[in-house]
Structure formats: structure tokens, C-alpha cells
């Protein structure tokens, strides 16, 4: 029988990589002889990926790309970030108890993200939860990804997940967007990386803490009630 399933977002929502993300943008903006980048002013674009940062970063200083330098600079960023890992990033206050609280009740999780799915295991073997979850997609796991509703669903699948009993957490338009498109509840971190405020995105519900992730909460928004 198909078992319900908490499926998490990464950075921002369950771990704080925005330090070691920074740190590999200002190697990049080292690398074309810029000033390095206001950590405050571009912490809102980390959620976006690595292209859309450089873009941003190098926007800032009033200097252009051309497609095949942010091309280059996107792997020299990749490589630093690898190679790195896990850095500074450490999980988001309350996670881990978060994390205890839904498997001690039979629930499932998994990890739908748009970073790549190596630098995703190896972000989480580096900090000791891998093995946590049943499936960990990324970016390039299938043929799609978020807000891509598949990506999703498919995660769902790979886990043995029941998408009727699913709840999706995120940070970001892309993981509000992709949630709702795929019929499932989503609940928004309102301390992650995000462009806009995401109460205007119209998520489910927004927790502050993940001491505020019950079950109560995730029995509501399913429809659907564990045996305690």
C-alpha cells in the first residue's frame, strides 16, 4: 500500500546553502575581475540558480554577457560550489525534529529540487540526511523539472509515495507554482530565498518554524488521518 509523503524543496527551504552560494558567485565575479557581490541584495536570487545570480551580479556592477561567457561562468561556478560542499550549509532550525516527527508516523520524504541531483546527494550526504529519504530528484533527474508539475509527482512515484496524501514544502514561486499544478497541498517557508513575499503567492499554508510543520496540519490540508 502506497504511503503518504512529505516532500521537501532544498535550498531554502529545507537547508541554509545561501553562505556557500554567495561565496561561489563572488569566486566567479573574482574570476572576471569584478567587485564581489552584496550579500544582502542578491540573497533574494539565490533560489533562482546560478545563471540567473551571475546575470544579476554582474547586472549590478553595469557589466554584460555574452551567452558564452555566463555559459563559462556557470561551470566555473558549479566546480567551486562542488568542490566545497557542504561548506556552511547547515539545515533550517527545526528540521531534523520535523523530520522525526512525520517518520515516526509512517510518513514518507523526499527531496524535489531544481538543483542538480548530484550536488543534492552530496549537499545531504555531507550533512548526514540522505539517508532520510526514499527518492531525491533534481534538476536533471528526469526530463522535466519544477514548476514542471511532474517533477513532482514523479518524485512522488520514485519514493512510493501516495500523491493523494502528499504535501509539498517550498519556498518559492516555482515550488507554489508546481505544487498547485499538481493538485497537491503545498506549505510555504516564509525564511527562504524568494524574490516576492510568498504570502502573495497563495501557498497553503506559511510556518515561520518548522516547529509549526504538525500533523494536524498535514492531516488537514490531506484529508487524510495516520493511526497514532
Request: glycine share 8%.
Amino acid at each position: 500500500m502506497l504511503k503518504p509523503i512529505i516532500v521537501f524543496d532544498l535550498d531554502g527551504t529545507l537547508v541554509d546553502t545561501a553562505t556557500d552560494l554567495l561565496d561561489s558567485l563572488n569566486h566567479c565575479l573574482d574570476v572576471g575581475g569584478l567587485k564581489q557581490a552584496d550579500p544582502v541584495s542578491l540573497r533574494r536570487y539565490v533560489g533562482l540558480g546560478a545563471r540567473v545570480m551571475i546575470e544579476r551580479a554582474y547586472q549590478a556592477q553595469q557589466t554584460q554577457l555574452k551567452s558564452d561567457q555566463l555559459d563559462a561562468l556557470v561551470a566555473v561556478f558549479l566546480e567551486h560550489y562542488a568542490q566545497n560542499m557542504p561548506g556552511k550549509a547547515r539545515i533550517f532550525d527545526g528540521a531534523i525534529e520535523a523530520l522525526d516527527r512525520f517518520a515516526s508516523r509512517g510518513y514518507l520524504l523526499a527531496i524535489c529540487t531544481n538543483k542538480f541531483e548530484g550536488l543534492a546527494v552530496k549537499l545531504l550526504d555531507g550533512l548526514n540526511l540522505s539517508d532520510r529519504f526514499g527518492a531525491i530528484s533534481g534538476s536533471d533527474s528526469f526530463a522535466f523539472r519544477k514548476p514542471d508539475p511532474r517533477h513532482l509527482t514523479q518524485t512522488i512515484a520514485a519514493a512510493g509515495g501516495d500523491a493523494d496524501r502528499a504535501v509539498m514544502i517550498g519556498d518559492s514561486r516555482t515550488d507554489i507554482d508546481t505544487a498547485k499544478a499538481a493538485g497537491i497541498p503545498v506549505v510555504a517557508v516564509d525564511f527562504g530565498y524568494t524574490d516576492v513575499p510568498v504570502n502573495v503567492l497563495g501557498p497553503s499554508r506559511i510556518i515561520s518554524h518548522y516547529d509549526e510543520l504538525t500533523i494536524s496540519m498535514v492531516e488537514q490540508l490531506t484529508g487524510a488521518v495516520m493511526p497514532r
